[in-house]
């Protein structure tokens, strides 16, 4: 549940829909479900293999499995990578927060705002400084909380609940969406592939997309994975995982874009569409169900912090995990020295939505620039190192032993097909993904 919680997040609520809007509609989504598929999955089993196996996180797993030898170098890679990670992403995670307290203020579905009041408001909230900044700072401040809590106490508990909850609204959403006048052009938006849309950055976004929704190529799911009992399934795991989670983004796209085109909006409008949209649609619904709107909208917006937080929580556990693993500093102490460094970062990239929005580094935003980098080269320069390590350093007899508890499992029948993908097909296609990402 905990893996799920991590990997279901903005990534499935925000990220996606925006993606799919910015590059095309329907193609995308069907790149991004063969890669989620065909190319995820064994990278997010190869990292869980390497957890479970070594029982320790990232830099620890590796000296233990590879003793001496410069692999434990991986380890420091994703030490630095969620840092990155989760300062860019507890900037969204604030404004989620924002938009849960309009929501609990009613201002969400306030029905004399039209569509462009809604626009203007977030943009306007965005580009200021100090609204966003204090609204990151209560994001990444609960991150911290809850990994000082602990996996067990902090993050089973929450994401248990959250879940399942997130998936019958996201439902009713959906639903509701689907039934606006003007959604049809939404919904043939997302399932009439036009491919001649799909270019060579599209489909690579797609990709990127794939492994940000997954969390693979970081050490969160290494991490993840160490903490799981020996006779666990591994298979089931990460199947039940990337289900849940294409699933999730799925319904997402479908409770989203219907309402982007009954509202006119623009579907690559970027980073904001859900914020532009649900308030939307929560305002429409409030003119027929005032009652039902608010409190969908209330259980809705919290959902969605909560999401965002079993994900970010994850990114910070995993630096922290390897301070508090491998450097022996108490939990207390990493927890509060990555949270400083976290929330400064956060605070540059809140800022390149207004004072430093004319600031680039090649080209892009700061936000922009830190997104990039992780979902298209730091997240598949990791996963590349992890199947190399599970494909060609561990011995075939241990990654069978943890894959399928020594052949106890039903499942260890897929071991032939899952360990040819991981050793030659998964290293191949990254690579061809990383240097046409270089490229183009
Ligand atoms: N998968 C998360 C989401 O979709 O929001 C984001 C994420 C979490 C990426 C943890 C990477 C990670 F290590």
């Known amino acids: ?47 869980s293999i390497i ?15 590879a003793p001496g030898t410069p ?14 990670l989760v300062s860019y992403y507890s900037v969204v995670g604030g404004w989620s927060v924002a938009y849960q307290v309009r929501a609990l203020s009613f201002a969400v579905t306030d029905v004399s705002m039209t569509q462009a009041d809604h626009s203007a408001r977030f943009g306007s909230f965005i580009a200021s400084t100090w609204t966003p900044l204090i609204w990151h700072t209560v994001f990444i401040g609960l991150t911290a909380i809850i990994v000082r809590l602990g996996i067990r106490k902090g993050v089973e508990q929450f994401t248990r609940a959250s879940t399942p909850l997130l998936f019958v609204l996201i439902i009713v959403i959906m639903v509701y969406s689907l039934s606006l006048p003007g959604s049809k052009a939404g919904v043939d938006y997302l399932l009439k592939p036009d491919f001649s849309k799909l270019t060579g950055g599209a489909m ?6 794939a492994f940000f929704s997954l969390s693979i190529g970081v050490g969160c799911i290494l991490t993840y994975a160490s903490y799981m009992k020996r006779g666990e399934n591994l298979l089931a795991t990460g199947v039940g995982t990337a289900a849940f989670d294409l699933m999730f983004a799925l319904l997402a796209g479908f409770a989203i874009m219907p309402a982007v085109f009954a509202a006119g909006i623009e579907p690559g409008a970027g980073p904001g569409l859900i914020f532009e949209t649900l308030p939307y649609i929560f305002s429409t619904m409030g003119m027929t169900h005032p009652v039902i709107s608010h409190v969908i909208s209330i259980l809705f917006f919290t959902t969605i912090v909560v999401a965002a937080l079993t994900s970010s929580v994850s990114m910070l556990e995993t630096c922290v ?30 800022l390149s939505f207004g004072p430093l929005k004319d600031f680039h580094i090649l080209g892009n935003t700061i936000f922009n620039f830190c997104d990039k980098l992780i979902s298209n080269f730091v997240m598949t320069i990791g996963s590349l190192l992890f199947v190399i390590f599970v494909g060609w350093r561990m011995k075939k007899a241990d990654v069978w032993d943890e894959l399928t508890c020594g052949g106890r499992l039903r499942s260890s029948r897929w071991f032939k097909p899952i360990y040819f993908m991981i050793r030659w097909v998964s290293p191949i296609v990254i690579v061809v993904i990383f240097l046409s990402n270089l490229f183009l």
């Open 51 to 65: 957890g479970k196996r070594a029982q320790l996180s990232t830099v620890g797993a590796m000296e233990k499995l």
């Open 1 to 47: 549940m905990a893996m799920a919680g991590s990997a279901i997040g903005l990534g499935n609520i925000w990220r996606f829909p925006y993606m799919v809007g910015q590059n095309g509609g329907a193609a995308f989504i069907v790149v991004y479900l063969f890669a989620a598929i065909f190319l995820c999955v064994p990278i997010f089993l190869s990292e």
């Open 204 to 209: 690579l976004s797609a990709m990127g997309q």
């Open 71 to 84: 692999w434990k170098y991986i380890g420091l890679f994703t030490f630095f990578a969620p840092i990155i």
């Open 321 to 350: 995990a390897f301070l508090v693993d491998q450097k022996n500093w108490s939990r207390k102490k990493a927890t509060l020295v990555l949270f400083l460094c976290c929330w400064a970062i956060g605070v540059v990239c809140s």
